[in-house]
RNA sequence: GGCGCGUUCGUCUAGUGGUUAGGACACAGCCCUCUCAAGGCUGGCGCACGGGUUCGACUCCCGUACGCGCUACCA
C-alpha cells in the first residue's frame, strides 16, 4: 500500500454541545495528526438544517479551543480541500452522485435516491478491532442505504464518504458506534473506485454505571468544563488515558509526552467509564503544581464574577500563592479569599460557636494582639514565634489561640496558613480583627 | 429479533500460559500538622459464569449471561 500523507479529521455535527466522546475523539485524532507531522482537519457535518444554528457551530469551535486542540484546516483556517461545511458542498456531491449513477449503482425509491449494495461479505480492517467480518448479503437485514432525501437533502453516510475522500483523509479515527456502519461505508469506497482510509474505532465513554452517556450526564458537556474550574491541560490529560494508556503506570503526562507516546494499536477495545472523581483529583494536580502566573490568569474570572476587587497585582498574587497549595478546585476560591480583600466579609456561624464563644477567646485574642502590636518585622516566622510566647504565657496550647484567631481574621475555620494570612493582611488590620473578633 | 464489539478491584488501567494479579482515583486507618490541602505509610476491594485446550489458564477456544453499538429518508 502506498503510503500517504497523515490527513486526520474530526466531523461533528452540530447538536448544541460537544459531548465529552466527541472531544476524546477530536483528541485522538489531534494526537495522531501531531505524533506524525500530519493534518488535522475539522469538518462540520452540518446537513441537519434543523440542528443548524451558528450557536450550535461555535460551540464546537469553542470546546475545541478551550481544550488547546487547534487544527490546521477547517472553519475559521481554510485549506485547501474547503469548503469545511457540508451544508456548502453540495456540487461535490452531486458530483459523486452522478458517477455513482454512470457506475450503476443507484436507483430511485418514492424520490429518494438509494444505493444497490452489491450484496458481498465485507471485511473491515480495524487498527484498534482487528480483522472482521461482515455479511451484507441478505438485504432483509442489510437493507440498501439511502444517499439522498426525496427534498435533496443528503444522508450522512454519503456526505461522509464523499468528504473523506475529497478531504485525502488517510486515517479514519471515531467512536465505535461508527464501526456497523464501516461497511456500507466500504461498499462506496468501491462503488467510487477509492481506496478507503484506514480505520481505527475507538470505543465508547460511558457512565459510570455502564450506561451510556447522554447529554445531560456528569460531565458529559465539555462547554459546562470552564466554569466547573476545570483547566485544559488536565482534561487533556484525563481524557487521553481514557482507553489508552503509556503502559507504564504513569498518568500525569503532559501533551508533548502524549503525543511521543500515543499508538492507535495501544488503544483499548472495550468502553471506558468517565469517572468525575479521577477527573477532579487529576485537575487538582495540575493546579496544585502549575505556577503562579498560570493560576492568576485561571483564577482571575472566578474572582470577578464573585465581585472580588484587589488593589494591586502583587497583592493579589501574594494571596493565591499562599491559598494555591491548600486549595482543590477554583470555584472555591473566592470564599477562601475574600476576608484579604475586603472588610466586608461573612463569619461562619459554627466556626464562631466552636471557636469565638469559649468565655476565654476574648482574653487570649487581646493578649494576642498586645503581642503583636509592636512586633518587627511583621513577618509569617516572627509572627509564628510570637503567637506560640503568648500561648505558653498563657498556659495553653498553640492551637488553642490559632483556631480562634482564623476565625476572627477571615470568618472560617479553614484557610491558608494563619501566620501567612497575618502577614498578608497586616497588622492593622489583623490586630483590628483580632479584637472586634471578640466582641 | 438480527449483526457487531466488549467483559481484570466501585472506576481508569498494567498484564499477552507459570505473577503473592501491579499502579492510580475513590474509601478506611495511621503519620505529619495551626485548620484545610499536599505528602508518606497501611488496609479492604478484582480476573462475569460454565465448559474445554494444556502439566499449568486472567491470558487460547466454545457457549451463556450482562453491557454497549448498528440495524433510519439521524449524525
Redesign the pocket.
Known amino acids: 500500500m502506498p503510503t500517504r500523507p497523515i490527513r486526520t479529521r474530526f466531523a461533528?455535527?452540530p447538536t448544541g454541545l460537544l459531548h465529552v466522546g466527541g472531544a476524546r475523539t477530536a483528541l485522538f485524532n489531534w494526537l495522531y495528526a501531531r505524533k506524525h507531522a500530519g493534518t488535522f482537519v475539522l469538518r462540520v457535518?452540518d446537513?441537519?438544517h434543523s440542528r443548524n444554528t451558528e450557536e450550535a457551530k461555535q460551540i464546537i469551535i469553542d470546546g475545541l479551543h478551550w481544550l488547546g486542540l487547534e487544527w490546521d484546516e477547517g472553519p475559521q483556517k481554510g485549506g485547501s480541500y474547503g469548503p469545511y461545511y457540508q451544508s456548502e458542498r453540495h456540487s461535490i456531491y452531486e458530483e459523486y452522485l452522478k458517477r455513482l449513477e454512470k457506475g450503476g449503482h443507484l436507483y430511485e425509491?418514492?424520490?429518494?435516491i438509494r444505493f444497490r449494495s452489491p450484496r458481498e461479505k465485507v471485511i473491515v480492517e480495524d487498527l484498534i478491532?482487528?480483522k472482521?467480518?461482515?455479511?451484507l448479503t441478505n438485504p432483509g437485514?442489510?437493507?440498501d442505504?439511502?444517499l439522498r432525501?426525496?427534498d435533496g437533502?443528503?444522508?450522512?453516510?454519503f456526505v461522509n464518504v464523499v468528504d473523506d475522500i475529497e478531504m485525502q483523509i488517510s486515517h479514519v479515527i471515531r467512536g465505535?458506534?461508527?464501526?456497523?456502519?464501516t461497511p456500507k461505508h466500504l461498499e462506496l469506497y468501491k462503488a467510487l473506485g477509492t481506496e478507503p482510509p484506514l480505520f481505527a474505532h475507538t470505543?465508547?465513554i460511558?457512565n459510570?454505571d455502564?450506561?451510556?452517556m447522554s447529554k445531560r450526564d456528569l460531565g458529559a458537556n465539555l462547554g459546562t468544563y470552564p466554569q466547573e474550574g476545570y483547566v485544559p491541560e488536565a482534561v487533556r490529560n484525563y481524557l487521553s488515558?481514557?482507553?489508552?494508556?503509556p503502559?507504564d503506570?504513569r498518568?500525569i503526562l503532559d501533551t508533548a509526552e502524549v503525543i511521543q507516546l500515543f499508538e492507535l494499536h495501544?488503544i483499548?477495545?472495550?468502553?471506558?467509564?468517565f469517572?468525575v472523581?479521577?477527573c477532579f483529583?487529576m485537575n487538582?494536580?495540575y493546579l496544585?503544581h502549575m505556577d503562579l502566573a498560570r493560576y492568576t490568569e485561571l483564577a482571575l474570572p472566578f474572582l470577578e464574577k464573585a465581585g472580588i476587587t484587589w488593589e494591586s497585582w502583587e497583592m493579589l498574587e501574594r494571596v493565591l500563592s499562599i491559598v494555591k497549595?491548600?486549595?482543590?478546585s477554583l470555584p472555591d476560591l473566592p470564599d477562601w479569599v475574600r476576608c484579604f480583600f475586603s472588610d466586608d466579609f461573612p463569619y461562619d456561624e459554627a466556626a464562631v460557636a466552636k471557636n469565638l464563644s469559649h468565655p476565654d477567646a476574648k482574653n487570649r485574642l487581646e493578649a494576642l494582639a498586645e503581642a503583636l502590636l509592636l512586633l518587627n518585622p511583621w513577618e509569617a516566622t516572627p509572627i509564628?514565634a510570637r503567637l506560640k510566647e503568648t500561648a505558653s504565657r498563657l498556659g495553653v496550647k498553640?492551637?488553642e489561640l490559632?483556631?480562634p484567631a482564623?476565625v476572627a481574621v477571615s470568618g472560617r475555620?479553614?484557610?491558608?496558613?494563619?501566620?501567612?494570612m497575618f502577614e498578608i493582611l497586616g497588622r492593622e488590620k489583623t490586630i483590628k480583627r483580632l479584637l472586634a473578633g471578640t466582641h
Open positions: 461533528p455535527s457535518e446537513t441537519d425509491e418514492k424520490g429518494a478491532c482487528g472482521i467480518e461482515f455479511d437485514t442489510h437493507p442505504m439511502t432525501r426525496p437533502s443528503w444522508i450522512f453516510h465505535e458506534d461508527h464501526l456497523s456502519n470505543p465508547l460511558l459510570r455502564g450506561s451510556k488515558l481514557l482507553g489508552w494508556s503502559k503506570n498518568e495501544n483499548n477495545r472495550r468502553s471506558a467509564a469517572d472523581d479521577k483529583w487538582g494536580q496544585l497549595p491548600k486549595i482543590k509564628e498553640a492551637g490559632v483556631h482564623r475555620s479553614v484557610g491558608a496558613g494563619l501566620y501567612e
